[in-house]
Every structure is written in structure tokens, then in C-alpha cells.
Antibody, heavy 122, light 110 residues
Framework: QAQLVESGGGVVQPGRSLRLSCAAS????????MHWVRQAPGKGLEWVAV????????FYADSVKGRFTISRDNSKNTLYLQMNSVGADDTAVYYC???????????????WGQGTLVTASS | QSVLTQPPSVSAAPGQKVTISCSGS????????VSWYQQFPGTAPQLLIY???KRPSGIPDRFSGSKSGTSATLGITGLQTGDEADYYC???????????FGGGTKLTVL
């Protein structure tokens, strides 16, 4: 069955970098837009970034623009999130998620990973 | 503050119907698809409604979605204690060029 498995989370010192990965299986990865969504402890959902199915379009939340980069390798069925200059406000569970459509306009996030916790702390 | 506005909490008795509102603007809800999510503590969200009113396979027809202008509504009928969860609306914002979620609504089934 369709599945998303995130990895790469952990404790990172403020100002340092971290790369999250998300391995997709059970569906045609190259046919769908993919998102990163995060949730700070005790808070609501925050959309982070999206990439279209072919990687030609990427968009970011203002809170991460210029620091985070979303990318994908359709040959490896893998989604990435490069996080640079990580700060305390980036502490959250990060979910990799699949859209129902191939584009970037968030029609509906139909499949979610289990989430990976990123903690910015010295 | 979230771009999309939801009531912080709603409540109703078992078997009753409840609606959760999501208010936005012409740059998001009015001109883009709305989706709704259910989240239990400690778990990933689950898609309930996409493209304003469509239900993914496996979602019971007790859950419904509608949209009118700059607002959207999630309806839940035949409430069960197992429906107690947080509910979020989401959409695309064409001005921000970003996805947006509402602040979430906590449903209590009394």
C-alpha cells in the first residue's frame, strides 16, 4: 500500500543545517505534487513547502523562504527538505505528504508520513 | 494568526450534527480548492474532504464539505465519541503563492 517514511530528524544546533528525506512507495511518485507540513509542539498545522510532480515548481511559506529548499528525485522516489539556518521556531514534527493532484495548489493532502521531529537546541 | 479562520472549539451531543466553519478571502478559499483534515493527538492528520466536497475512499458519508464565496464548511452528522479530534481546513493562497491551514477546531462530543 502507499506509504511515506521520513528520516533525518533530530537535534540540531541553532544556525546549523539539516536535511530531511522522505521515501515513497506503493504509488507512482512522479505523478503527484508533494508537500512538507510541520507542527510545533501543541500547535496547529503549518504548511512549509510544495513541489510539483516534475519538480518544475516549488513554493515556500514566508517563514522558511530563503532558508529551506524542497527537492525531489523521481528516479529514487524520494522527497527532500534541506533546512539551513535552523532556529528555535523551526522546532516541530515535519510531515512529508502527498497531494491528490500533480500540481502545487494543494487540492488535498491525501497521504501523510509518520512525521520526524526536528528540535533546534544548543 | 492564520490566514484561514476557524472557531477554536465546537461541541455537540452524540448522534447530533455539527458544522465547522473556515473563513478566508478571494485569494484563497474563493478561488482555490478547500480540503479538511482530522487529527487525533500524537498522530498524523487524515484527509476527510478534498476539492471542496469530495471524500477519499474509506471516509464515511457522515462527513461532508461545502464552499460558498470566501467560506467553507465541514459537516459531521451522527456524531460519535470517536469523532473527538482536531479539525483543520486548508487551501492554496494565490496571493501568497503558498498553502495555508486554518488554526484548527477542537471537536468535543459531549
Amino acid at each position: 500500500q502507499a506509504q511515506l517514511v521520513e528520516s533525518g530528524g533530530g537535534v540540531v544546533q541553532p544556525g546549523r543545517s539539516l536535511r530531511l528525506s522522505c521515501a515513497a512507495s506503493g504509488f507512482t511518485f512522479s505523478s503527484f505534487g508533494m508537500h512538507w507540513v510541520r507542527q510545533a509542539p501543541g500547535k496547529g498545522l503549518e504548511w512549509v513547502a510544495v513541489i510539483s510532480n516534475d519538480g518544475s515548481n516549488q513554493f515556500y511559506a514566508d517563514s522558511v523562504k530563503g532558508r529551506f529548499t524542497i527537492s525531489r528525485d523521481n528516479s529514487k522516489n524520494t522527497l527532500y527538505l534541506q533546512m539551513n539556518s535552523v532556529g528555535a521556531d523551526d522546532t516541530a514534527v515535519y510531515y512529508c505528504a502527498k497531494d491528490v493532484g500533480q500540481g502545487y495548489r494543494m487540492e488535498g493532502v491525501v497521504l501523510w508520513g509518520q512525521g520526524t521531529l526536528v528540535t533546534a537546541s544548543s | 494568526q492564520s490566514v484561514l479562520t476557524q472557531p477554536p472549539s465546537v461541541s455537540a451531543a452524540p448522534g447530533q450534527k455539527v458544522t465547522i466553519s473556515c473563513s478566508g478571502s478571494s485569494s484563497n478559499i474563493e478561488n482555490n480548492y478547500v480540503s479538511w483534515y482530522q487529527q487525533f493527538p500524537g498522530t498524523a492528520p487524515q484527509l476527510l474532504i478534498y476539492d471542496n466536497s469530495k471524500r477519499p475512499s474509506g471516509i464515511p458519508d457522515r462527513f461532508s464539505g461545502s464552499k460558498s464565496g470566501t467560506s467553507a464548511t465541514l459537516g459531521i452528522t451522527g456524531l460519535q465519541t470517536g469523532d473527538e479530534a482536531d479539525y483543520y481546513c486548508g487551501t492554496w493562497d494565490s496571493s501568497l503563492n503558498a498553502g495555508v491551514f486554518g488554526g484548527g477546531t477542537k471537536l468535543t462530543v459531549l
